[in-house]
């Protein structure tokens, strides 16, 4: 068997083999499962699939410490099927076809169906997942993949189309507290033979610190049980050594993973929606799971200009001020300036005419080809142009009244004339708004309109 498969690790010869206290409280039923009603409780798909006795490919998509792979394991026992594990991060397309020849001699020897269980399949690329795909196909594997990445972007289409994707969510401090409670009473696999006490308040300070995590959770238990104190000839686990087992915090955030543009998002959107609590929160959040402050910088910026723009430039000012000032100071001092351009820019008045205009612009500009400039604003630094007629019937805006010169054309000749700007009516784009309807008007009455459009 090679290297990449699952194999039983052996101590020496008659020792019993170490096992942490989250391996021995895997679930050996659906009842002993925690977590994830809204794919396993009564009447669930999933649930019932899996008591049917009828196994079906899936990928198992959800954070760390979620069960995906006992929720593997499960489904080949119910549906009395053999189990193959295999990790991406060891195994290769050799350790495939070895698994592939194992359930093609189990399928004629006994008819049983093989699961073959791929952990972090996302490290697998295209060529590697393509292997068995085929053996997917006519049945000779029962396909289940694990993965905490979003399996649209990291499994192949073809592979996904042939498995049904369910999303683990992270356990609530609830599901958690049970399943603490459970392992600290388990005298057969857990520490209830130890008789280590514990108060419903310390396991919840240790279920809230796993974060989600029941590997976490369970992991965290057994280091405070070794360390539990001697209280009135009993091991019991005090709040101090839950402290301090759980200091230091164990947040989710993955700074190339899915997590991470979700945070961003909601950022962003927290932004535009005017909600500086709800700012304030993610960018916490984001700083908080080591997030890089000049990424968050870069996009504060991105923020002021998107969403804001000149309905308040001073949003575009103070972002730059901020990004400069945690340059000049760094973390935790430098956080604060974050803080306070999120802040501003999030209850700034609101416009996102600019980029509107722009991305309107940029497509005229790569679908309307190389037009010419327009004769009468092309430059005439020499003889030859002014005689070409470079610059004739120029207007120098400077020199008329209100500093604009009324029907001038800007756009090319062969061009539509467009109008792109539409200012919003709040901030100071009201104003611009009333600048420009004036200009517009002149334009008009002038017989031209100085390459303002009709909107389009």
């Known amino acids: 068997m090679s290297s990449g498969q699952e194999t039983l690790q052996l101590g020496s010869a008659g020792a019993t083999p170490f096992r942490p206290l989250s391996d021995r409280m895997r679930p050996r039923s659906l009842d002993e499962y925690v977590g994830q009603g809204h794919i396993l409780g009564p009447g669930k798909a999933l649930r019932r699939l899996v008591e049917s006795g009828t196994p079906h490919s899936m990928i198992l998509w959800g954070p760390p410490g979620t069960g995906k792979t006992t929720l593997a394991r499960l489904v080949a026992t119910t549906c009395d099927a053999e189990f193959i594990a295999l990790s991406a991060v060891m195994a290769g397309i050799k350790d495939i076809r070895a698994t592939?020849?194992?359930?093609?001699?189990?399928?004629?020897?006994?008819?049983?169906?093989?699961?073959?269980?791929?952990?972090?399949?996302?490290?697998?690329?295209?060529?590697?997942?393509?292997?068995?795909?085929p053996y997917v196909e006519d049945g000779t594997l029962v396909f289940i993949g694990a993965t905490t990445e979003n399996p649209s972007f990291e499994v192949n289409s073809a592979l996904l189309s042939r498995a049904r994707v369910y999303v683990l969510?992270?356990?609530?401090?609830?599901?958690?507290?049970?399943l603490l409670a459970r392992a600290l009473s388990d005298t057969e696999r857990g520490l209830g033979a130890s008789g280590v006490a514990?108060?419903?308040?310390?396991?919840?300070?240790?279920?809230a610190a796993a974060d989600g995590d029941a590997r976490r959770a369970l992991n965290l238990l057994e280091v405070a049980s070794d360390l539990a104190a001697d209280v009135d000839g009993q091991p019991r686990i005090t709040q101090e050594v839950a402290l301090e087992v759980a200091a230091g915090g164990h947040r989710r955030f993955d700074k190339r993973g899915e997590q991470f543009y979700d945070q961003i998002s909601a950022l962003h959107k927290?932004?535009?929606?005017?909600?500086?609590?709800?700012?304030?929160?993610?960018?916490?959040?984001?700083l908080d799971g080591g997030c890089d402050p000049g990424f968050l910088a870069r996009r504060i910026v991105r923020m002021?200009?998107?969403?804001?723009?000149?309905?308040?430039?001073?949003?575009?000012?103070?972002?730059?001020?901020?990004w400069n000032a945690y340059?000049?100071?760094?973390?935790?001092?430098?956080?604060l300036a974050l803080a306070q351009a999120v802040v501003f820019i999030s209850v700034a008045a609101k416009s996102n005419a600019v980029y509107v205009a722009y991305k309107a612009a940029l497509a005229d500009a790569r679908e309307l080809g190389t037009l010419d400039v327009p004769l009468t604003i092309r430059n005439a630094p020499t003889g030859l142009m002014k005689e070409l007629g470079y610059g004739a019937g120029y207007r120098y805006a400077h020199d008329e009244a209100e500093g604009h010169s009324p029907g001038q054309r800007y756009f090319p000749e062969?061009?539509?004339?467009?109008?792109?700007?539409?200012?919003a009516p709040r901030g100071l784009e009201i104003k611009i708004g009333e600048a420009l309807a004036r200009l517009r008007q002149?334009?008009?009455?002038?017989?031209?309109?100085?390459?303002?459009?009709?909107?389009s």
């Open 327 to 335: 340059e000049r100071l760094g973390s935790p001092e430098g956080d």
């Open 198 to 207: 514990c108060d419903a308040e310390v396991l919840k300070l240790l279920a």
């Open 304 to 322: 002021a200009v998107e969403d804001i723009g000149n309905a308040d430039p001073r949003a575009l000012s103070i972002a730059l001020e901020a």
């Open 270 to 286: 927290s932004v535009r929606g005017s909600d500086p609590d709800a700012a304030l929160y993610w960018l916490c959040r984001m």
């Open 169 to 178: 969510k992270a356990l609530e401090v609830a599901d958690l507290e049970a």
């Open 442 to 455: 002149r334009n008009a009455e002038a017989g031209g309109k100085s390459g303002q459009g009709d909107g």
């Open 100 to 133: 592939v020849e194992r359930a093609t001699a189990n399928r004629a020897r006994s008819g049983k169906p093989t699961v073959l269980f791929l952990d972090e399949v996302h490290r697998f690329n295209k060529s590697q997942q393509d292997t068995f795909l």
């Open 414 to 423: 062969e061009m539509p004339l467009r109008t792109y700007y539409h200012p």
